[in-house]
């Protein structure tokens, strides 16, 4: 047997399989944290290097799993509360119910 040829598939093995391994834990982690609420992700998700979470881990097929949500068209949409627009009062969207009410969904950052 050739010990050095043994020796340095057994250590090639070892990388391997430790890449593979930190590539499972990070890629739990990173869908941990987008099950996380929006303001707490995204805190932790501006510490990580952008080419890893998009060139290396499946960011988009995480994303669409955990925040895939479970409303379907024509359901009602869910009760919140937010602030006017110049800080003044509150909106229940509850509270308009019955008139006519259009929410605009996106990212503005």
Same mark, same amino acid.
């Given at each position: 047997? #050739?010990?050095?040829?043994? !020796?340095?598939?057994?250590? &090639? =093995?070892?990388? %391997?399989? &430790?890449?593979? *391994?930190?590539? !499972?834990? =990070?890629? *739990? *982690?990173?869908?941990?944290? $987008?099950?996380?609420?929006?303001?707490?992700? &995204?805190?932790?998700? =501006? @510490?990580?290097?952008?080419?890893?979470? $998009? =060139? !290396?881990?499946?960011?988009?097929?995480?994303?669409?799993?955990?925040?895939? +949500?479970?409303? #379907?068209? +024509?359901?009602?949409?869910?009760?919140?509360?937010?602030?006017?627009?110049?800080?003044?009062?509150?909106?229940?969207?509850?509270?308009?119910? +019955? @008139?006519?009410? !259009?929410? %605009?969904? +996106?990212?503005?950052?």
């Amino acid at each position: 047997m #050739n010990w050095p040829l043994f !020796v340095a598939l057994r250590v &090639a =093995g070892a990388l %391997v399989s &430790a890449a593979v *391994a930190l590539w !499972v834990l =990070g890629s *739990a *982690a990173m869908f941990g944290l $987008m099950l996380l609420p929006p303001s707490t992700f &995204a805190r932790w998700i =501006g @510490k990580v290097p952008a080419g890893i979470v $998009m =060139g !290396v881990l499946p960011f988009r097929p995480a994303w669409s799993l955990a925040r895939a +949500g479970s409303l #379907n068209p +024509g359901d009602p949409a869910p009760d919140f509360d937010l602030p006017t627009y110049d800080r003044s009062s509150r909106v229940r969207l509850s509270s308009l119910r +019955g @008139k006519p009410v !259009v929410l %605009v969904f +996106g990212s503005y950052t």
